[in-house]
T-cell receptor, first 112, second 118 residues
Framework: ETGVTQTPRHLVMGMTNKKSLKCEQHLGHNAMYWYKQSAKKPLELMFVYSLEERVENNSVPSRFSPECPNSSHLFLHLHTLQPEDSALYLC???????????FGQGTRLTVV | AQKITQTQPGMFVQEKEAVTLDCTYDTSDPSYGLFWYKQPSSGEMIFLIYQGSYDQQNATEGRYSLNFQKARKSANLVISASQLGDSAMYFCAMSPNYNSNSGYALNFGKGTSLLVTP
């Protein structure tokens, strides 16, 4: 199994839908992250969870709602999104004093 | 605040040649880490190489080496003997030592698109 797994890989949703993105890490890490990657923009940090506690909310609109039920799982709940929210959403995990973060393959989200 | 700058939106290199991807950074943190990631069209961010700000020697990892010039705040990636499979987006990123507000969250540059030609 790969270290960080994201599902689904692709998602198309209407602006009135509610959906969730799932991330699972099998590396025993204690921090997990959601990043957003839009076309022609640097990756933007959205949320950080350390030891299952949210430590960062980078001015993300409330239509994005993260959940970290345990140290291995991270969700991003989506509701009433806008077309400009279409992007690649990447999950990552890391460990204290680690030298790198491990990323999942991302969920490519299209809001129609 | 940390800032990463990658000035080359796109680069071409012929197979088997070496290529250098530029990265400069700006930070007031005394301790930080510098990373390079590769992102193929599949979307996954693949870690390539890491350089700590206090490391005395430039990092190397197989065909990848990092030309770290601390005084100039640059951390260029050198790929030797390019292969067709190296065609991808390459991102330079930086992380401070653990930050109580953002853990080890990375700040990324805008990336450089590398195309390796036969």
């Amino acid at each position: 199994e790969t270290g960080v797994t994201q599902t689904p890989r692709h998602l198309v949703m209407g602006m009135t839908n509610k959906k969730s993105l799932k991330c699972e890490q099998h590396l025993g890490h204690n921090a997990m992250y959601w990043y957003k990657q839009s076309a022609k923009k640097p990756l933007e940090l959205m949320f950080v969870y350390s030891l299952e506690e949210r430590v960062e909310n980078n001015s993300v609109p409330s239509r994005f709602s993260p959940e970290c039920p345990n140290s291995s799982h991270l969700f991003l709940h989506l509701h009433t999104l806008q077309p400009e929210d279409s992007a690649l959403y990447l999950c990552a995990s890391s460990q204290d004093r680690a030298t790198e973060a491990f990323f999942g393959q991302g969920t490519r989200l299209t809001v129609v | 605040a940390q800032k990463i700058t990658q000035t080359q939106p796109g680069m071409f290199v012929q197979e088997k040649e070496a290529v250098t991807l530029d990265c400069t950074y700006d930070t007031s943190d005394p301790s930080y880490g510098l990373f390079w990631y590769k992102q193929p069209s599949s979307g996954e961010m693949i870690f390539l190489i890491y350089q700590g700000s206090y490391d005395q020697q430039n990092a190397t990892e197989g065909r990848y080496s990092l030309n770290f010039q601390k005084a100039r705040k640059s951390a260029n990636l050198v790929i030797s003997a390019s292969q067709l499979g190296d065609s991808a987006m390459y991102f330079c990123a930086m992380s401070p030592n653990y930050n109580s507000n953002s853990g080890y969250a990375l700040n990324f540059g805008k990336g450089t698109s590398l195309l390796v030609t036969p």
